[in-house]
């Protein structure tokens, strides 16, 4: 009888411990709704494509393209490779579009300052090198085109087209702006193909790092 009565006592004491502990657990008041916290969300694209969306200057250093030029009676074959680099213009973070353009033993090197969340180019100096002699040339921001001051307004699209490069094949989706047409392909930083809608220029790319 008294170990029954030993065991009934112990039996009580430990479950008025369970009780106790049961009771200072904290309680869980995070709330379950099957939604992310808004600042772990990742943002959707727009949608809308500018030239800052198909010019990717933050993932890329060099480019080159083999640019035609048909202005009158003028034609003219390029390489022009750019390069570029980061810097401040008035205040604005910029990126720096370095090219260098040979025509016949001269050469001319222009800088493009462009605005890094607009694209839009803010400012150009351009000098011609002959024969050891550097000779500015006048150059303004162009109007329309690669590097313009119209990076802010959405292109329009209109199809695919296969482009063939240097460095092999691709399916770009295409793109107009202001009577030029730019060929962009995933995971290129640039466009593949840039022309004028007037044939008066066209530019293809044939390398990028």
Known sequence: MKKL???????????T???????????????????????NQALEPSGKITLSTIYKFNTV?????????????????NDVVYTVRKDVYNGADTYVLTSNKT?????????????????KCLQVVSNLISNGQVTPQPFNCDMKGPYSVNSEIE????????????????TSDTYNLAGVTYY???????????????????AVLTAYS
Not at 103 to 117: G, M, Q
């Open 5 to 15: 009565y030993t065991i009934y006592i112990l039996s009580i004491l430990l479950l």
């Open 17 to 39: 411990i369970f009780i106790i502990g049961c009771a200072n657990v904290p309680k869980d008041t995070t709330t379950t709704t099957g939604q992310q916290p808004i600042e």
């Open 61 to 77: 250093k060099t480019f080159s393209y083999r640019e035609n030029t048909n202005i009158g009676e003028q034609r003219a074959t």
């Open 103 to 119: 025509e016949e033993s001269n050469f001319i090197i222009t800088d493009r300052w462009i605005d890094k969340t607009t694209n």
């Open 155 to 170: 292109l329009t699209s209109s199809g695919t087209e296969e482009i063939n490069t240097t460095f092999g094949t691709f």
């Open 184 to 202: 962009v392909a995933k995971n290129i930083p640039v466009p593949l193909k840039v022309v004028y809608d007037d044939g008066s220029f066209k």
